[in-house]
């Protein structure tokens, strides 16, 4: 397989700002380490696209804009670390530690995301070095989270004995490894030299990015393992997929999927939101050359210097699938067959006491957004802190957000339950499905990219959502609602049921037609709804649903039927027209 250096070998237009801030850089070096020791509060501009390959965001206090602004002071600035975690996968001592340093440098809360990593918000300047040294102290590595390389590389994480299951996990261990970028800067910057196990030190050749280059990639690039049987991970968001074909419980090979991506701009018919395509079947001895030639072609091909044009999704739609495949055989040491047949993936959110095949039990808990902290009436932290001190469990983070112990002995999930029950979280059992599929993003007061709520605005929703669904009889009915601030995407909206995507501080395009296993594109249903008229937006369609739902069939699958045009969406663009007004012209008594 070719390793040539990265050349830019398109005749686009100049390059980006970003591609100029990173070309550079030096190898993701900047004047990062110059900053973190003088005074000043925040990065320059070009340094706070270098800081994003480390895993460090520069972001502001929304909350204190005004205040701040008539007291005649500056953005309070601050920063979110996120944590990359192959498949999720923590020990019970690295959990600790982040829980530890929650407290000590950041907002007293960890927040699972929901590409199975761990971030911590609201992290002064001063407490970034500690933290991260910290973090590469106890084998991880916040190294390559964010930035325009590989992202943290998602598996299930489900601790179930059987060789599938151990071979996504350990592939995506291997692929995040295989493409975590090389420069020494991040050593230098954060670890002063010291050896740290969970990224390379440097060297001479290393400093070079043998693979990237000093551009890196275009932008970034989101892989998954999923298996045939559980697709717990929403495979088809990603630029790369790889789903393990099963024969007689192992993984025969993997279907190769490309050029899945959610994030769209409001009005921008150019930008879409679309789910991965298969492109062939491989060996899963070629699994990892197998994404390293997607991400090389990525790379030489991928556009710089439109960044809203510039994912890999974009690549595809210009070229279509057989050139993409053309290039990639050119590439690839291996010959991609053609991809086998594939049913609809099955969903599992892994939550409440199951068996793991080993004589051990794991044990999925349920957390609202993400957030991991402690409030009035829950007190979240506390209680997983607890049980992970005692019971030394595996920790592990879902794709929904939510977190597995595993390897617990029979006995220890009961004490699981009490612990959890004792300080106001529920079991799963005992939960809404429309609040057990939930999902939002952070949006405010965090994300510079906001323009309404989510992570605080969804538990009122779902609350609201609960009511008229328990009054419908619908409360066991399969359904999942998201919520993101702006339309980039981050909690997944439009492969939802119903989801909610805030297009100013005070409206949200609504999107229904989705469903759990995350394999079509809802539709726009209704523009510029304001949150206390969501329910009325979406009550209709859900009466009818309860009305003349068949068996089993979720509230997306519902709307496709009674849309009847047999349409199985996999792609929709920044700026589509709502569907609501197509179901009343059907006669459908809405
Ligand atoms: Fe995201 C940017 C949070 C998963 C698409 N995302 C951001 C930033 C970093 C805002 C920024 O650029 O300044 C957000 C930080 C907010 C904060 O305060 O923490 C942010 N994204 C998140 C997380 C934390 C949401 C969550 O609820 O957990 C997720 C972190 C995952 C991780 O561990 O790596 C997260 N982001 C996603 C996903 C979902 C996924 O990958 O499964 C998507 C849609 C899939 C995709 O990539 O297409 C997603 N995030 C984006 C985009 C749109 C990219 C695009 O192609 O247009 C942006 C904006 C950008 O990159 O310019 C973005
Ligand atoms: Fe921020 Fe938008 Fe992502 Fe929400 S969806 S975290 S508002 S970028």
């Known amino acids: 397989m070719s390793t040539t250096r990265f050349k830019n070998k398109k005749s686009h237009d100049k390059p980006s700002k970003v591609e100029i801030a990173k ?34 965001y520069q972001q502001d206090d929304r909350d204190l804009r005004i205040e701040r602004r008539k007291r005649g002071l500056g953005k309070h600035w601050q920063f979110m670390m996120r944590v990359a975690l ?90 995040s490894r295989e493409l975590r970028p090389q ?22 050749a290393a400093t070079e990015e043998s693979f990237y280059g000093k551009a890196y990639l275009p932008r970034k690039l989101k892989t998954g393992v999923a298996l045939e049987n559980d697709n717990c991970i929403d ?7 790889l789903v393990g074909m099963l024969q007689g419980g192992r993984v025969a090979g993997y279907n190769l999927l490309i050029g899945g991506g959610l994030g769209m701009t409001h009005n921008k018919p150019e930008t879409i939101a679309r789910l991965a395509e298969p492109l062939g079947y491989l060996a899963p001895e070629n699994a990892l050359e197998a994404v390293r030639t997607v991400a090389a072609i990525f790379r030489d091909h991928g556009n710089r210097s439109d960044r809203r044009q510039a994912r890999l999704k974009y690549l595809l739609e210009k070229w279509g699938v057989e ?9 690839a040491s291996f010959e991609l067959e053609p991809p086998r047949e594939m049913g609809r993936l099955p969903f599992h959110d892994h ?15 349920f957390v609202q957004n993400g957030r991991i902290v402690d409030g009035s009436e829950m007190r979240l932290r506390t209680a997983l802190r607890r049980i992970v001190e005692e019971m030394r469990p595996g920790v592990r983070a879902t794709a929904q957000q939510s977190l597995l112990l595993t390897g617990l002995e029979r006995p220890q999930v009961e004490r699981v339950r009490r612990i959890l029950a004792r300080h106001g979280v529920k079991d799963a059992a005992q939960l809404s499905n429309v609040r057990r599929f939930s999902m939002a993003c952070p949006a405010l007061p965090t994300c510079g990219l906001a323009l309404g709520e989510s992570e ?33 995407g981050c909690a997944r909206p439009y492969t939802a049921d119903v989801a909610f995507v805030a297009r100013s501080p005070s409206t949200y395009h609504v999107f229904v037609g989705g469903r759990l296993e995350g394999d079509r594109i809802a539709d726009l249903f209704a523009a510029d709804v304001k949150p206390e008229d969501f329910l009325e937006t979406l009550s209709p369609l859900l009466k009818l649903w309860a009305s003349q739902r068949r068996n089993g069939e979720s509230l997306g699958d519902f709307y496709q039927r009674m849309l009847g045009d047999g349409s199985h969406r996999r792609r929709i663009t920044g700026k589509e027209d709502p569907t609501l007004g197509r179901l009343h012209s059907l006669e459908v008594a809405l």
């Open 23 to 56: 070309s550079g850089g030096s190898f993701l070096r900047g004047q990062v380490a110059e900053t973190l020791e003088g005074r000043e509060e925040r990065f320059s501009p070009d340094d706070v696209q270098l800081l994003k390959f480390h895993g460090i």
């Open 86 to 175: 192959p498949a999720g996968i923590m020990t019970a001592g690295q959990y600790l530690s982040l829980d530890e340093m929650a407290g000590r440098l950041a907002d007293c809360s960890l927040r699972i995301t929901t590409r199975q990593g761990i971030q911590f918000h609201g992290v002064l300047k001063g407490a970034l070095k500690p933290a991260v040294q910290d973090i590469n102290r106890r084998m991880m590595t916040t190294l390559g989270a964010c930035g325009d390389v590989q992202r943290n590389v998602m598996a299930c994480p489900a601790p179930i004995d059987d060789p599938a299951h151990r071979a996504v996990q350990r592939l995506a261990e291997e692929i």
């Open 183 to 204: 420069s020494g800067a991040y050593h230098e910057i954060w670890i002063d030299g010291e050896k740290a196990v969970s990224s390379k030190p440097p060297t001479a």
């Open 235 to 241: 495979i088809f968001s990603y630029d790369v997929g």
């Open 323 to 331: 050139r993409f495949r053309r290039e990639f055989d050119r590439r």
């Open 351 to 365: 939550l409440g006491a199951q068996r793991q095949g080993d004589g051990d039990w794991f044990y999925g808990v």
């Open 456 to 488: 605080r605005l969804i538990p009122s929703v779902l609350d609201e959502l609960e009511l008229e669904l328990e009054q419908l009889e619908l409360k066991n009915a399969p359904l999942t609602v998201r919520m993101t601030g702006c339309p980039n």
